[in-house]
């Protein structure tokens, strides 16, 4: 069996308090991501979803535990993860062009061939045209929509042909037509890579959508809670969010984030305020 893009094993990561107590976010998680699987990770609010992406694109290291990227434990970023935030993370002062160029910029070395560097360049071209950006080449960021910005976020952490690519909540700021657009995007880019993908959301539509394995962390704290293996296969259209079965699942997993998260006490709390809801006791 070929060795999977992404494998955790026992990943633990705390951080310390000001009072110097070591507060637990991530739990014993064991993951692990196939070759040119799509594996989106939900869970409650403060699970610890964002965390264990920086962990994985070597932003923070793991408290124990060990990940390792095509067999490799990881040490620190690398081009084999790319990585796209919530925010643009674009430079303003480049353009479109620019910011597609600049991580190559950054590693230019005397080992760089002129060969290596026209595919780069070709990679790039072809990249903007896959995501309807080659009009906007020599645009600034200011000048784009969320969308486009989010687009060629996405375009900039495919460029180095990383085997792994890391989304955190990449839509989560889009209005919701957009957000379609975005994902039949994805749908199509995926099919067009070689990549593995972990996309972290808050949107569970979202995550059956573009997967092939929803995992659901539970929080306090953040470990696995439940794995679904999403049926159907990668040509989906925006049909399939009104099939039962899609409502279905997606009915199971908000209830498995819903019976994890912390809201029911708040919600007593509020009932018991308002004097609505259930009758007191005494
Ligand atoms: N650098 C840090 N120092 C201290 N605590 C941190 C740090 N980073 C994250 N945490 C804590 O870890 C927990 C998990 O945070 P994280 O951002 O990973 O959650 P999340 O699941 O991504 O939440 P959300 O869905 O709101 O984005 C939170 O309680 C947060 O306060
Ligand atoms: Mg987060």
């Given at each position: 069996?070929?060795?999977?893009?992404?494998?955790?094993?026992?990943?633990?990561?705390?951080?310390?308090?000001?009072?110097?107590?070591?507060l637990p976010?991530?739990?014993g998680?064991?993951?692990?991501?196939?070759?040119?699987?799509?594996?989106a990770?939900?869970?409650?609010?403060?699970?610890?979803?964002?965390?264990l992406?920086?962990?994985?694109?070597?932003?923070?290291?793991?408290?124990?535990?060990?990940?390792?990227?095509?067999?490799?434990?990881?040490?620190?970023p690398?081009?084999?993860?790319?990585m796209?935030?919530?925010?643009?993370?674009?430079?303003?002062?480049?353009?479109?062009?620019?910011?597609?160029?600049?991580?190559?910029?950054?590693?230019?070395?005397?080992?760089?061939?002129?060969?290596?560097?026209w595919?780069?360049l070709?990679?790039?071209?072809?990249?903007?045209?896959?995501?309807?950006?080659a009009?906007v080449?020599?645009?600034?960021?200011?000048?784009?929509?969320?969308?486009?910005?989010?687009?060629?976020?996405?375009?900039?952490?495919?460029?180095?042909?990383?085997?792994?690519?890391?989304?955190?909540e990449p839509?989560?700021?889009?209005?919701?037509?957009?957000?379609?657009?975005?994902?039949?995007?994805?749908?199509?880019?995926?099919?067009?890579?070689k990549t593995?993908?972990?996309?972290?959301?808050?949107?569970?539509?979202?995550?059956?959508?573009?997967?092939?394995?929803?995992i659901?962390?539970?929080?306090?704290?953040?470990?696995?809670?439940?794995?679904h293996?999403?049926?159907?296969?990668?040509?989906?259209?925006?049909?399939?969010?009104?099939?039962?079965?899609?409502?279905?699942?997606?009915?199971?997993i908000?209830?498995?984030i819903?019976?994890?998260?912390a809201?029911?006490?708040?919600?007593?709390l509020?009932?018991?305020?308002?004097?609505?809801?259930?009758?007191?006791?005494?």
């Amino acid at each position: 069996m070929s060795t999977p893009p992404v494998r955790l094993e026992g990943v633990g990561k705390g951080f310390v308090g000001r009072d110097g107590t070591f507060l637990p976010v991530l739990k014993g998680i064991d993951m692990v991501a196939s070759s040119h699987e799509f594996v989106a990770i939900v869970g409650a609010s403060g699970c610890g979803k964002s965390t264990l992406l920086r962990l994985i694109a070597g932003l923070d290291d793991v408290s124990e535990g060990t990940i390792r990227v095509d067999g490799r434990p990881i040490a620190g970023p690398g081009p084999d993860r790319g990585m796209v935030f919530q925010q643009s993370t674009l430079f303003p002062w480049l353009t479109v062009w620019q910011n597609l160029r600049f991580p190559r910029a950054l590693a230019v070395n005397a080992d760089a061939t002129s060969r290596e560097m026209w595919q780069y360049l070709a990679r790039s071209h072809a990249l903007l045209d896959m995501m309807g950006l080659a009009r906007v080449r020599d645009s600034y960021p200011n000048q784009l929509s969320g969308g486009m910005q989010q687009r060629v976020s996405i375009a900039r952490a495919l460029v180095a042909n990383p085997a792994v690519l890391l989304m955190d909540e990449p839509f989560g700021a889009l209005d919701a037509q957009t957000r379609e657009v975005m994902h039949d995007l994805i749908l199509h880019l995926f099919a067009a890579e070689k990549t593995t993908a972990l996309f972290v959301t808050h949107d569970v539509e979202e995550a059956i959508y573009l997967a092939d394995r929803v995992i659901v962390l539970a929080p306090n704290p953040g470990r696995v809670d439940s794995v679904h293996a999403i049926p159907w296969g990668r040509d989906r259209t925006q049909d399939l969010k009104l099939d039962q079965a899609f409502v279905a699942l997606k009915g199971e997993i908000l209830a498995r984030i819903r019976a994890t998260a912390a809201v029911h006490a708040d919600r007593e709390l509020m009932e018991r305020m308002t004097g609505h809801g259930r009758a007191p006791s005494e």
